[in-house]
């Protein structure tokens, strides 16, 4: 019997635990990524009409960027509890789930975030008006990795208190 064998602490526990801080900051950051490209490439298309509403259609790009935070959170609290020879199965399989809800999460949001800022910037310098509506599209696209992130938070809780 190895020193990893018992009582539910197997040698390759930590693997799971590991692989779910890093899907929560990989995926995440895709989704962060994408999000500001996408929305990047609006913003260089509407700089040729109206080069005065630059700073104004940045607010995408910022948007996005706070989705990769998200990630990072949870990958930071997901490492800290990695320990060899105490970290139990159940511990990996949680920390896997939560990395993977706010990393899946966090990857639509970015995936959103950037759709609605390209066509929203664009639109917003041929109507000014649109603006009001796109911020408050591109909330509802943020808050769906923001509900990623407390999944992962009370995950994380759960794998802590067993």
Known sequence: MSSGDQLGTPAYAPFFGAM???????????????????????IAAMSVLRPEQIMKSIIPVVMAGIIAIYGLVVAVLIAGQLKPNSYTIFQGFIHLGAGLAVGFSGLAAGFAIG???DSGVRGTAQQPRLFVGMILILIFAEVL??????????????????
Do not use: E, H, M, N
């Open 20 to 42: 779910g801080a890093s899907s929560a900051i990989i995926f995440s950051a895709l989704g962060a990524a994408y999000g500001t490209a996408k929305s990047g490439t609006g």
């Open 115 to 117: 759709i609605v800022g």
């Open 145 to 162: 990795g923001l509900y990623g992130l407390i999944v992962a938070i009370y995950l994380f809780t759960k794998s802590t208190g067993s």
